[in-house]
Nanobody, 116 residues
Framework: QVQLVESGGGLVQLGGSLRLSCAASGFTFSRYYMKWYRQAPGKQRELVAG???????NYADSVKGRFTISRDNAKNTVALQMNSLKPEDTGVYYC??????????WGQGTQVTVSS
């Protein structure tokens, strides 16, 4: 059974940092492209960052230079280090991987709230 479990969310002040982690199980983690999405209240879910099996990264323009995605294939985890946080970073963050065009796997989400 495929499972993605996020952790590390919380409440931080403007300019603060937070590190999210996603623990994966039930599939060959090292072969998959892993992503972090976020969803703010009333807004569509958006892609924040992605990392290939080889460690090549991709970021949304809004977080580039502030966030860093990484993975540890030995531990089946993918992390998102978030620095210089802004109120607009507030939302529920989800770990994701796509098995096929019709099958996506999602974690339960972890709340990130940035206050000013």
């Amino acid at each position: 059974q495929v499972q993605l479990v996020e952790s590390g969310g919380g409440l931080v002040q403007l300019g603060g940092s937070l590190r999210l982690s996603c623990a994966a199980s039930g599939f060959t983690f090292s072969r998959y492209y892993m992503k972090w999405y976020r969803q703010a209240p009333g807004k569509q879910r958006e892609l924040v960052a992605g990392i290939t099996s080889a460690g090549i990264t991709n970021y949304a323009d809004s977080v580039k230079g502030r966030f860093t995605i990484s993975r540890d294939n030995a531990k089946n985890t993918v992390a998102l280090q978030m620095n210089s946080l802004k109120p607009e970073d507030t939302g529920v963050y989800y770990c994701n991987t796509r098995q096929s065009i019709t099958v996506d796997y999602w974690g339960q989400g972890t709340q990130v709230t940035v206050s000013s």
